[in-house]
Structures are given as structure tokens and as C-alpha cells.
């Protein structure tokens, strides 16, 4: 119940592609769903987040794709280019769920050849 | 300002020695969280203080001693640690933990090797 599904575990896509992770989860208390960005030797760094009241939501080239009902969301990266190489972590978080204690997806590690 | 500041970046340590990480934030966050990060695995949550007190401990044996001495400033004792315990050591901050932002800011880390 407390899990958060992501895949595929790794994504090489040309330069210009769109690439797509996908998440999924089945606690229906959570109600915070962000993405994280890592680079090698970072921290994770905050991408984009939406709530389950909008189906959708844009940011630059990242866009978070919800579906309520299937308790299923993603992250699609219009016109990715070789700087977008990183991993990325799905996430999620419900007030309810010990002040907003993230859980984390396993990550995908994408890689956008030039 | 809105970093976390991790120190040392890197830290090689004997099973038997004692040390210390350190983190700092200046963003007036009053929640401050401590993660480990095995290689190609999500960030596993350690330990969460909010305004200086202990609110979250995962389970984490005790030679790993966290101490919140003042808002700003998070560290973590490191005593008879195992080599299965080397890992990037995450300190993250947020705003605090009843508010409806939930973002959290993440230091660079601390790389720790056990041997």
C-alpha cells in the first residue's frame, strides 16, 4: 500500500525524442506527487509536482500527466536533449501519511544520445 | 539562498573510528531530514526533525546518532559503523512538516566509504 511503482528502470532515447516514466500507487490517502531530478554526484533536486485536483501540468519541456482513477501518473520530456541525461524518481505523499514522509519510486535512468 | 550545505563532501572511515556529517540550511526551513543513498536506488529515509525535535526515526541502528543543535544546522554521528553502511548520506530540508508544501531541498550529499 505504501509503494510507488515506476518504470521502466532505464530509457535511451535520441536527442529531440519523448521520453515517458511512468508511476503507479495505491494508497488512496496520498495526495502530493512530485518528480525528482538526480545527476551523478547530486541531490535529488525538485522537477515539477502535481495534486490529484488537475489532471495535468506543464513546466518548461516536463509535463506530469495524472489519471486519478487508474492511480497512475508520468512524466513525459518534450524535445529532450543530452543535458536532460539524469535519473529520475516518482514520488508520493499524503498529509495524512506522517506529516508528508515521501515515498519513493525505484527510479529510471534516462540517457538522451546527442 | 535556497542550499543545503553538506560537509565533508567525501569521508573514508574505519569500522572503528568516530565522525561526524554536517548540514546547513539558511532558507528558515524547520524540518530537516537525513536520507541514505545506496548506487541506483531511491533515497531511503533516516531520520526527520521538525523544530529541533526528533519526529521521525526509521528503524536506523544506533551507531548512527542524529543531533538537531539549533533551526539551521543537522548532523549526524557516525560510530562502529559497517562497511555495508558506505553510501551517499542525504540531508534535505523543508518548510516544515504540516504545510501543504512538501518540497524538499537536497544537499549534495556525503559520500562515505566504510572499510
Known amino acids: 500500500q505504501q509503494q510507488v511503482k515506476q518504470s521502466p528502470q532505464s530509457l535511451i532515447v535520441q536527442k529531440g525524442g519523448i521520453p515517458i516514466i511512468n508511476c503507479a500507487y495505491e494508497n488512496t490517502a496520498f495526495d502530493y506527487f512530485p518528480w525528482y531530478q538526480q545527476f551523478p554526484g547530486k541531490g535529488p533536486a525538485l522537477l515539477i509536482a502535481?495534486?490529484?485536483?488537475?489532471s495535468e501540468k506543464k513546466e518548461g519541456r516536463f509535463t506530469i500527466s495524472f489519471n486519478k482513477s487508474a492511480k497512475q501518473f508520468s512524466l513525459h520530456i518534450m524535445d529532450s536533449q543530452p543535458g536532460d541525461s539524469a535519473t529520475y524518481f516518482c514520488a508520493a505523499s499524503g498529509v495524512g501519511n506522517q506529516g508528508g514522509k515521501l515515498i519513493f519510486g525505484q527510479g529510471t535512468e534516462l540517457s538522451v544520445k546527442p | 539562498d535556497t542550499e543545503v550545505t553538506q560537509t565533508p563532501k567525501h569521508l573514508v572511515m574505519g569500522m572503528t573510528n568516530k565522525k561526524s556529517l554536517k548540514c546547513e540550511q539558511h532558507?528558515?526551513?524547520?524540518?530537516m531530514y537525513w536520507y541514505k543513498q545506496k548506487a541506483k536506488k531511491p533515497p531511503e529515509l533516516m531520520f526527520v526533525y521538525s523544530y529541533e525535535k526528533l519526529s521521525i526515526n526509521e528503524s536506523v541502528p544506533s551507531r548512527f546518532s542524529p543531533e538537531c543543535p539549533n533551526s539551521s544546522l543537522l548532523n549526524l554521528h557516525l560510530h562502529a559503523l559497517q562497511p555495508e553502511d558506505s553510501a551517499l548520506y542525504l540531508c534535505?530540508?523543508?518548510?516544515?512538516?504540516?504545510?501543504?508544501?512538501?518540497?524538499?531541498?537536497f544537499g549534495s550529499g556525503t559520500q562515505l566509504s566504510v572499510l
Open positions: 534535505a530540508s523543508s518548510q516544515d512538516l504540516s504545510s501543504r508544501n512538501e518540497k524538499l531541498f
Open positions: 532558507m528558515g526551513h524547520r524540518a
Open positions: 502535481i495534486r490529484p485536483d488537475v
